[in-house]
């Protein structure tokens, strides 16, 4: 574990981590098109797609955060775990690719999704949309198994022990655990109504999880750090995955469709009981309640319903009551981040996350 860092040396940046991760990457996806084209071609096309998706996009916070907590706390250079902070990109894309299904969405980073570019592919195969639907949905749940199982692999080339490399192995596999979970209960939330969980405990699983305490813990436990400080980089990590996930909610409602590279109609189509629903639900008036629920989880609403929703949210008081818990949860993140045993030039990396990840647009 590091005890004292000279503040002249320069903690790692998000564009320089992307970078790093990006450049270690390209490389694994290429072999990986190479074998599968040894194999048949349509499974070379698989990777490709894979590729193609993973270049359209992505800040690649996971591997940063991983990167950046471990150098926060090990001496050694940061190079040597890069197999292991970009399994959680690996991971996360896999997410994303299965979320997609799970949504019936077809563009990711502004550009079509594997079910999507699979659907073009097989058009002159399958005449029926519902059949090529379902084979290209097919080939998006193996594209994302793919990735799954490409990360628990990457972690073994970490420059660590084999201990370390079970201990991080071990992390991947409890987050794949609670995200899951989370996937599911919010799926059902969409039929369930007032049976469904509370949207906090689905932000906790489904986001927190896997995008920050994961990456979190990763970097600690390739660094080698103590027990203590791991329990505090749990709590960071479970309070911004929650606000992390509460932003995206807003953002899938109020986004700017450019900046997101997803529509803010679908979640207000499908009826998707997000916080602010809940929130909204609370305290809406009776009149506004009602004109709600003759629109809210309608499919065939028009763009000037949809634009009617919002404004319900809005005149409820719903979502700046949402903004206001968000700002909350980022004094908490910042009061964890203080009582962190780092230098304080990485106790500042730490802020910047923080700042980024809860004052973003996209």
């Not at 994303?96 to 195969?125: M, P, T, W």
């Not at 008036?285 to 629109?295: C, G, M, R, V």
């Not at 910042?334 to 990485?346: F, G, R």
Request: glycine share 6%.
């Amino acid at each position: 574990m590091k005890q004292a860092v000279s503040l002249s040396v320069a903690g790692i940046h998000p564009t320089e981590s992307k970078s790093s991760i990006d450049a270690f990457l390209q490389p694994v996806l290429a072999q990986k098109i190479i074998a599968a084209s040894a194999i048949d071609p349509s499974y070379a096309a698989l990777w490709k797609s894979i590729n193609a998706l993973y270049n359209a996009g992505g800040k690649r916070f996971r591997s940063y955060m991983t990167l950046l907590t471990h150098q926060a706390y090990s001496d050694i250079p940061y190079q040597t775990v890069i197999p292991a902070a970009a399994a959680q990109e690996l991971l996360h894309l896999a997410m994303l690719i299965h979320d997609d299904i799970i949504d019936r969405d077809d563009i990711r980073y502004g550009v079509k999704n594997i079910q999507a570019q699979y659907l073009d592919l097989y058009a002159s195969h399958l005449p029926d949309i519902d059949e090529r639907r379902h084979y290209a949905q097919s080939s998006a749940l193996l594209a994302g198994d793919l990735l799954i199982s490409e990360a628990f692999v990457l972690v073994t080339q970490a420059s660590v022990s084999a201990s370390t490399v079970l201990a991080a192995q071990q992390l991947l596999g409890t987050a794949i655990f609670q995200v899951i979970g989370g996937e599911l209960i919010d799926t059902e939330a969409a039929f369930k109504g007032d049976a469904a969980i509370h949207p906090l405990i689905i932000a906790e699983q489904k986001t927190a999880s896997y995008s920050f305490v994961s990456p979190f813990l990763m970097g600690a436990t390739l660094a080698e750090a103590d027990n203590e400080q791991k329990a505090i980089l749990k709590q960071l990590g479970t309070q911004l995955g929650i606000a992390y996930q509460i932003r995206d909610d807003i953002m899938g409602v109020f986004g700017n469709e450019t900046i997101t590279g997803k529509s803010t109609e679908g979640d207000i189509r499908e009826g998707k009981r997000t916080l602010l629903i809940e929130e909204f639900y609370r305290t809406a008036s009776p009149a506004q309640q009602d004109e709600f629920a003759l629109l809210f989880g309608q499919s065939a609403m028009t763009t000037v319903q949809v634009e009617r929703v919002r404004e319900l949210l809005i005149e409820s008081g719903a979502k700046q009551a949402i903004e206001t818990m968000i700002s909350q949860y980022q004094l908490a993140c910042t009061t964890l981040v203080n009582t962190l045993d780092i230098n304080d030039m990485y106790r500042q990396s730490f802020h910047q996350l923080i700042q980024l990840c809860l004052q973003r647009e996209q």
